[in-house]
């Protein structure tokens, strides 16, 4: 017989620690009689090694991919029905039976004939910047009368002699926490500068959420911060990369390095053995973002003067590697019951799980009012994309906003750790 949860009304079934809806802890809510023996720290997130994995494409889904990573999650969870804890051993006897059910309807779409199902949810299309300046020779948007640069008149000539843009200025501020359930933090958070050949800096930023027993997962997310700053530093130390094309290239080198740096040393050490991390990176070149991630740790675009065709004023840039991503991808299941679905913190793709890693990369060109924001899933399953960007408009102050982000996932539970990377930019003075 289901509960009803005493702080938000969602019910959940006896046995649970935590409500599945607002993550609050359950003990005192659970009822007269029923007791309640599990581990203290039960895993959140976990990576799933698996030999093939998924090629994301706009338009269609591969069906065997997908089934190779639906039988991968199967794996896992079988290993804990083998748990001394009651409680983990009757999650897992659930999570089989719900992917049972997925791996039913995927398979039944492939005995019809059906090799590929089509995507029915994907990013959004972004704004884009077709009219160059006159002057400066920068994109800007269309319909736009200005240049969001140099501010001078786009359809009229420009003085001679003017028209120089003017650089943007970043303010970045970052916030990790613990959570109110965790024991130790496992995420990551860099911001900082790599000096660029010639003078000048890139800034960087990092979030990755680590995975694994102990502090395996904390060992795991420190080391990839650690070695994607010092490989693109000393990636850009000979020669400043041309264009779009060479940064991200030089990125995904990065990420990759910091894959084989943790997926060594977890083969090296028994106590760090099955760590992973995610590893999002936006390294900003002037008035471009260059984005690399691995995992579920997300980017977003945020501007209240729109950043879609559409003119949403957010618009999440990286897509999540977990099974739940793909699902909804597909229909099987919606955004909202994503955020509880049982296998939400499944990831396929991962840093150190695996010897190699595939990694997506991808450029945005930035303007006067944007703001990049960086987060850990620890705040996404807690606060939808709507109050994302609602609180970065609001707030003016990245640093303060970055604090009421965390201050609001850990009011809703905090199940896992939180971490806030916020980059407002701005025209330079």
């Known amino acids: 017989m289901n509960a009803t949860c005493p702080y938000c009304g969602a019910t959940f079934k006896p046995r649970a620690r935590y409500c599945p809806t607002c993550g609050r802890q359950l003990w005192a809510a659970t009822p007269p009689g029923t007791s309640i023996v599990g581990e203290s720290d039960p895993p959140l997130e976990a990576a799933l090694s698996t030999p093939k994995s998924i090629h994301l494409n706009a338009e269609m889904l591969d069906l065997r991919e997908l089934i190779n990573v639906v039988e991968s999650a199967m794996r896992w969870w079988r290993q804990r029905l083998t748990s001394a804890d009651a409680v983990t051993r009757a999650r897992a006897a659930e999570a089989i039976e719900d992917l049972s059910r997925i791996l039913h309807s995927l398979a039944q779409q492939l005995a019809q004939g059906r090799e590929t199902v089509r995507i029915t949810r994907r990013l959004p299309a972004l704004r884009a910047f077709p009219i160059a300046c006159p002057a400066c020779g920068h994109g800007n948007r269309a319909g736009a009368k200005y240049c969001q640069a140099c501010r001078m008149p786009l359809f009229e000539p420009a003085p001679q002699g003017v028209g120089i843009p003017m650089p943007l200025r970043f303010r970045i501020a970052a916030r990790t926490d613990q959570g109110r359930v965790r024991k130790n933090n496992q995420d990551a958070v860099y911001t900082g500068k790599i000096k660029l050949p010639g003078g000048g800096g890139a800034q960087l930023c990092i979030v990755a959420d680590g995975m694994g027993g102990a502090k395996a997962g904390e060992h795991a997310s420190r080391i990839a911060a650690e070695v994607t700053r010092t490989q693109l530093q000393s ?195």
Not at 383 to 406: F, G, H, W
């Open 235 to 429: 990636g850009v130390a000979g020669q400043r990369p041309p264009d779009a094309a060479a940064w991200q290239a030089l990125l995904r080198e990065a990420a990759r390095a910091a894959n084989r740096k943790v997926y060594d040393q977890a083969r090296a050490n028994v106590d760090h053995k099955g760590m992973g991390t995610t590893l999002t990176i936006a390294l900003i070149v002037d008035d471009y973002a260059h984005l690399a991630s691995v995992g579920d740790s997300r980017a977003y675009l945020i501007n209240a003067d729109g950043v879609t065709e559409d003119g949403a004023t957010a618009a999440q840039l990286t897509s999540d590697h977990s099974l739940v991503a793909r699902l909804v991808d597909i229909g099987q299941i919606t955004a909202e019951q994503a955020r509880t679905h049982p296998q939400r913190n499944l990831l396929y793709r991962s840093i150190g799980t695996d010897p190699s890693v595939e990694v997506d990369t991808f450029s945005e060109q930035l303007d006067p009012g944007d703001a990049l924001l960086l987060c850990s899933d620890g705040l996404i399953n807690h606060v939808t994309d709507e109050e994302i960007a609602n609180s970065v408009l609001k707030q003016s102050d990245p640093d303060r906003a970055c604090e009421q982000l965390v201050a609001l996932a850990n009011e809703r539970g905090g199940r896992d750790n939180i971490s806030v990377v916020i980059v407002r930019v701005e025209r330079g003075r």
